[in-house]
């Protein structure tokens, strides 16, 4: 074991190098095929023969502690598992978020919130609504609240649409005007 120990010491710090590499290719290709699961694979095992290899490696020193036993291994220990938890609340949170949008209106009036009636109207569409918005540039503010109309009914849906880029859609819709708004 005494001869392996420089190469598994090598071997330990060429782990996270694997592990890296496999995560950017599947990152980077879109796909979790062989060759990046299998790098990150290779790469945890490598770190963990590693890790048991200087745990096991018997010390020079009789009074010295073993690795595990040193008060660096359990600090590095602490932290490391102390940043990974916290990463994974970060991770957490951030799908959560991503998932379920919940929104606050904070203005005096609430003046960016539906009114009690219109949020009732949406959302009790007997049918399925599409607004066709015929315009060059997307106005933010009609964006925005279509958005919030969107959010509140599964029957309502909305489209901005370039009436130059689409002239088939807006002669077969009678579109006339820039600005013109059809709802369907």
């Known amino acids: 074991m005494k001869s392996l120990r420089p190469l598994l010491k090598y071997l330990f710090w060429f782990a996270p190098m694997l592990v890296v590499a ?3 290719a599947g990152v980077v290709s879109g796909t979790w095929g062989a060759l990046p699961v299998g790098m990150m694979v290779v790469g945890v095992a490598i770190a963990g023969l590693g890790l048991l290899a200087l745990g096991s490696a018997p010390s020079d020193q009789s009074d010295q502690p073993g690795f595990w036993r040193r008060r660096s291994t359990e600090a590095g220990a602490n932290a490391f598992v102390s940043t990974l938890a ?7 949170i951030n799908f959560l978020g991503a998932k379920y949008v919940w929104r606050v209106d904070l203005t005096e009036n609430q003046q960016f919130t539906l009114a009690p009636q219109t949020q009732e109207l949406v959302r009790s569409l007997p049918q399925p ?3 066709w918005v015929f315009d ?3 106005n933010p503010q009609d964006r925005e609240l279509l958005e919030s109309y969107r959010r509140l009914g599964k029957q309502f849906s909305f489209e901005f649409v370039d009436p130059q880029a689409a002239p088939s859609l807006a002669k077969q819709l009678e579109v006339k005007n820039i600005g013109e708004v059809i709802l369907e």
């Open 136 to 138: 060059k540039q997307q």
């Open 86 to 92: 916290v990463l994974v609340m970060l991770g957490l």
């Open 22 to 24: 496999g995560l950017t």
């Open 129 to 131: 609504v599409k607004v």
